[in-house]
DNA sequence: AGCTTTATTGAGAAGGATACACAATAACTC
DNA sequence: GAGTTATTGTGTATCCTTCTCAATAAAGCT
């Protein structure tokens, strides 16, 4: 949970005896200047790169963000859309939570530093090298509870 | 995130014009008698259900999955194994939390009072129905730090 | 208890997200 | 700069989940 630079990305890469390639870098920086708040599925993050002029294919993509999810650089977030979201993995003031309508998907972040703190006690309680720490909050909103159509 | 039987299931399904129908009070129980720690896919199930001599269709274990999901009666867990996790939703006491490691999936559970508390007073604040508050840490656990395999 | 309405089921097919296979490429080490 | 091998891109495969639709059976009313 540091903030990555190309340099540190490729040092930590290579000292596992990986590779900085142009593909990574490009996905990194893409996430990095991600505005608050928003969140890449592989295929919005396609997308993304295809209209800056980067062609890099899905494969390549979908190997990217899983690697950078294990790595500890990306969070992967179960957004109840049936596929994943990305966003840049943050430290203590940045470090957030989700709360999400499982009818409509409206997604809301909130912050709480006690969570972090829990989540990194247990990790380091049990010997476990901590990658990420999200509280989720399925929920119904306003609107959809209002609605009368069915779940 | 109250104790249901059928009785209370059959009224709170019928106050919305839907029904209580054996398969969904066969899946209940299951969930109700299963040992605490224990989660089940759809394909679990399945198989449980077949063992014990029942005979639901996959397409009425995954709807009913949904339906009870959503109606807070079953938290849907996300346990990095590519398929969904279902256990009953419970209050204070046996409420818990998940600590998996992204690589071999093992998972610890563990408990915080104060996370649900942080949960209802959010979803409260922005006006949610609240339905599940999961805190999910993935991190990687002791054995599989030591081992040298990648990612 | 019987009748009507319509939610639900079961079987199979379809969909969609993600992983895989493998030849071509290119990043790293020396 | 040359050799080694991790990585990429393309197409294909896999697997979880949802959809379709005719048959069934809960619920509500007499
Ligand atoms: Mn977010
Ligand atoms: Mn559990
Ligand atoms: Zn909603
Ligand atoms: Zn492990």
Redesign the pocket.
Known sequence: MTAYTATSL?AE??ER????????ETILTIFQNLPKGNHL???DLYNLLSEEGH??????I???L?LMARMGILRELELAE???HYEINQPAPYHHHHLICVRCNKTIEFKNDGILKTGSRTAQKEGYHLLDCQLIIHAICPTCQRSLL?I
Do not use: F
Not at 17 to 22: F, H, K, S
């Open positions: 490729k890469l290579n005896g990986w590779r900085l390639t142009p593909q990574r599925s592989a295929e062609h890099i294919s899905l494969s390549t979908y190997r990217t899983k049936g596929h994943k069915p």
